[in-house]
């Protein structure tokens, strides 16, 4: 499958990249397979996720994994975030060939491992 | 009417204001004089090479004109070329061919760590088979080391083969000092052989089969501007192979089934120009890669050129770029119009650095890393300029996002 408008648009020009020295959630992943890393910095006020950066390593999927998953959960409160799964960040890629589901699965382990 | 060829400049997606084709170590474009002779062989010449009526009589004038052409570039005999499907069945019917004809000598064959992964396979495949294999490193230019293979040889060895020029690299290898070896090991009694796959280097450097002293030798049309689907394996006169493709009696009872005419036609157009054009080629495409080389290392840090600086086809740069992978930056170019590819490759959770840059004794980080842009006789001194910007861009673009920077505070 070809890759979608989506994908392309957050390759070209990610969103919300970088790190937050004044985050108060911090997760930084590896796929120990392949090598690709994902982080993420966050800021919680309350229970609200206020502030979303990320920062990639690895295959393309990986890196606009990351860009959309900041848009995603940026608003949104833990618990809501927390319920967010892989399918959901496909779904809001546009998909993704099945061979790359794991930059999904990666995307998704960061956010649990910063939100726990 | 004169005749009028269909092919005129290639058309390309209008969606990107630009478009510029630096992959031609994957394939060329066909040129349109190399097409207009083709599409006269496909209307015109549609017989049967092997009928013996005028129709056929005239189609298999056409491929013993090319085969003469073919042969002209290599410095071989016409007789000594048998024309194949490509690159790839070129190097089964040499391996394989050789192989079956030889395993009375012996069962083992010495090969690099950096070949074409059609003969990297046809090697594992004969493993399976019982076949002994010793895969000759390459140090950190890229090139294997003469003091190896004379230590690998051995008194079963019945078979070197080992690329001229490698495709991801483009390092050359000491083809013509194997064969001086190859020479000597025959003058002592030893039923032992030379093959090179030569299909990077076919139209890149200057080849003579007499001089390189192989037995065998690969070259494909669609690296020198003809279409896909047509090359050539030279055999030396009195090699013997055993045919992969039986059924027929066409090249020699070497490989059964009717000549593609149209495609050995173009191919030979192609030979003719390469062999006439061979210097303005190699100065045009040498300069396009001196200058893209200059400007990539003033305008991008933390890279690494791969391969030994000399020892290498002129029309080809090997680049990783510290902290971001290759695929990552292909796709970032691609977007802009600009066509490179990537040895590395990473797909179903599993990571698959270029094998080749591996070799080289890098670590994982530069091998995903790396880029090809290899250039051609199309390309322009604007597109170069064109190209070394959009790199630049996507380079500084995916560093800003890369964790492998923190450390260096690039993305602060």
Not at chain 2, 197 to 207: H, M
Request: net charge neutral; with cysteine; proline share 4%.
């Amino acid at each position: 499958m070809a890759y979608s408008s989506v994908f392309k648009d957050h390759l070209a020009h990610p969103r919300n990249a970088g790190e937050l020295p004044e985050a108060n959630a911090i997760a930084d992943e590896k796929n120990p397979v392949c090598g690709d890393r994902l982080r993420l910095s966050l800021i919680i006020q309350g229970d609200r996720i206020e502030t979303a950066r990320y920062l990639a390593y690895g295959c393309p999927p990986t890196l606009v994994c990351g860009s959309v998953l900041t848009e995603l959960i940026t608003g949104k409160t833990t618990a809501e975030a927390n319920q967010l799964t892989r399918a959901d960040l496909l779904k809001a890629i546009g998909g993704l060939p099945s061979r790359k589901h794991h930059a999904a699965a990666l995307a998704i382990e960061t956010l649990h491992s910063a939100l726990s | 009417m004169p005749f009028v060829p269909f092919c005129g400049k290639l058309t390309l997606d209008a969606m990107s204001a630009r478009r510029v084709y630096l992959d031609n170590s994957a394939t060329t474009p066909v040129d349109p004089r190399v097409a207009a002779a083709m599409t006269r062989a496909l209307v015109e010449n549609f017989g049967n090479a092997s009928s013996v009526h005028g129709f056929g009589q005239q189609a298999r004038a056409a491929v013993d004109r090319a085969r003469r052409e073919v042969a002209a570039l290599i410095g071989a005999r016409q007789n000594e070329i048998v024309f194949t499907s490509g690159g790839t069945e070129a190097n089964n019917l040499a391996i394989r061919g050789l192989c079956e004809t030889s395993v009375a000598h012996g069962r083992h064959i010495i090969t690099s760590a950096i070949e074409h992964p059609s003969v990297a396979g046809l090697c594992l495949e004969l493993e399976k088979r019982g076949w002994e294999v010793t895969r000759l490193p390459v140090y950190a230019n890229g090139i294997i080391k003469l003091d190896d293979l004379a230590h690998a040889l051995r008194a079963d060895t019945v078979l070197i083969t080992v690329m001229l020029a490698n495709n991801e690299i483009g390092t050359i290898q000491p083809v013509s000092h194997i064969g001086s070896l190859v020479r000597e090991r025959r003058a002592a009694g030893q039923r032992l052989w030379l093959h090179t796959d030569a299909v990077q280097a076919a139209g890149r450097l200057p080849l003579n089969v007499d001089e390189l002293g192989c037995d065998l030798l690969t070259i494909s049309a669609h690296k020198l501007y003809a279409p896909k689907g047509i090359g050539a394996l030279y055999v030396r006169r009195g090699v013997r192979l055993h045919s992969q493709n039986v059924g027929g009696h066409q090249e020699r009872e070497r490989r059964a089934g009717t000549e593609n005419v149209p495609g050995i036609v173009a191919f030979g157009e192609a030979t003719r120009l390469a062999r006439e054009e061979f210097s303005e080629r190699a100065s045009h495409d040498r300069k396009l890669r001196d200058r893209f080389e200059a400007r990539a290392r003033t305008q991008i840090s933390d890279v690494v050129m791969n391969g030994d600086r000399e020892q290498r086809l002129g029309h080809l740069s090997n680049i990783s770029f510290r902290f971001i992978e290759g695929e990552g930056l292909l796709i970032n170019l691609d977007l802009e119009g600009v066509a490179v590819s990537t040895g590395s490759a990473c797909s179903s959770g599993t990571l698959e650095p270029s094998p080749v840059i591996r070799a080289l004794g890098v670590d994982d980080e530069l091998a995903r890393g790396s880029i090809r842009f290899s250039f051609g006789k199309d390309n322009t001194e604007a597109d170069v300029d064109y190209a070394v910007e959009v790199l630049s861009r996507a380079v500084e673009r995916l560093r800003a996002l890369s964790p492998l920077t923190l450390s260096h505070g690039l993305n602060g």
